[in-house]
């Protein structure tokens, strides 16, 4: 396993980063169970179906007591990365929330940290300056010798309001091709989608082009692979299941119960 006092060069991450582009232009869906820290990341590595890491950054902000959305500074964000990459030997693609206000400079730093890939949200901010921030992304890679895999996430479903489903499909049709247009590898479309909604995405933006979230009642990731969907994430969902798990556990010792006798010991490094 690397080290802390290790971190990756340019040349390790601009490698990993062909290997994530791989990774997502596959036939077989790419399935990331999302990680919020090193023992969560170390966990997760050691499965065997594990080819990429994939932060979270609901559940890296939670795990320093912040609220999601750009609550955590940009220093704890980018150490807790450092951290997580720091835990796998293999490519990390990291959740940098819209960007902190400077996309540019966010990837370059995710990069430093070892991250070879990105979430950045549009928020819904006015078409051209979505474009903009997908765009300063890319080109913050390619100054650092990276081809940063861009995982370009527009909230036209999620953020669409009180608009008809087929016209926030469109909006979000339009906003990934330009997306890819401006450098993205890949288009995350959040939302519970059905198969007519993601057949409608990969019609519109292309065969292994769209990442979509695993939440309860969503398809299932071979559901979804079948359908041409590139990447499938989980989100903040392992970190609730995580701590859901604690919750009963808990109660259970709470009122006299023990530690069940199957316990792995999966904290050790």
Request: with cysteine.
């Amino acid at each position: 396993m690397s080290t802390a006092e290790q971190p990756r060069s340019r040349t390790r991450v601009a490698v990993d980063a062909q290997t994530l582009a791989d990774l997502y232009a596959a036939p077989a869906a790419l399935r990331v169970v999302n990680v919020w820290d090193a023992v969560s990341a170390r966990v997760v590595s050691q499965l065997p179906g594990t080819r990429a890491i994939a932060t979270a950054g609901h559940g890296i902000a939670a795990s320093h007591g912040y609220a999601d959305g750009e609550q955590i500074p940009l220093d704890t964000m980018i150490a807790a990365i450092a951290r997580i990459a720091s835990a796998t030997d293999l490519p990390v693609t990291a959740d940098l929330d819209g960007g902190f206000g400077d996309p540019g400079e966010t990837v370059r730093r995710a990069i430093g940290a070892g991250a070879s890939g990105a979430n950045i949200e549009d928020r819904m901010r006015p078409f051209d300056e979505s474009v903009s921030v997908m765009r300063a992304a890319v080109e913050a890679g390619e100054r650092e010798g990276v081809s940063f895999v861009l995982n370009a996430r527009t909230d036209a479903l999620i953020k669409g309001g009180e608009r008809p489903r087929h016209v926030a499909i469109a909006d979000a049709v339009e906003r990934g091709r330009a997306y890819l247009d401006a450098g993205a590898t890949c288009v995350f479309v959040p939302g519970v989608l059905d198969a007519e909604d993601t057949r409608a995405l990969v019609e519109g933006i292309g065969e292994r082009k769209i990442s979509v979230i695993g939440l309860p009642g969503a398809l299932t990731a071979a559901e979804y692979e079948a359908l041409g969907v590139a990447r499938v994430s989980y989100g903040p969902m392992p970190q609730n299941v995580a701590l859901t798990s604690l919750k009963r556990l808990g109660e259970s010792l709470l009122a006299d119960g023990v530690i069940p006798a199957d316990t792995e010991a999966l904290n050790n490094f």
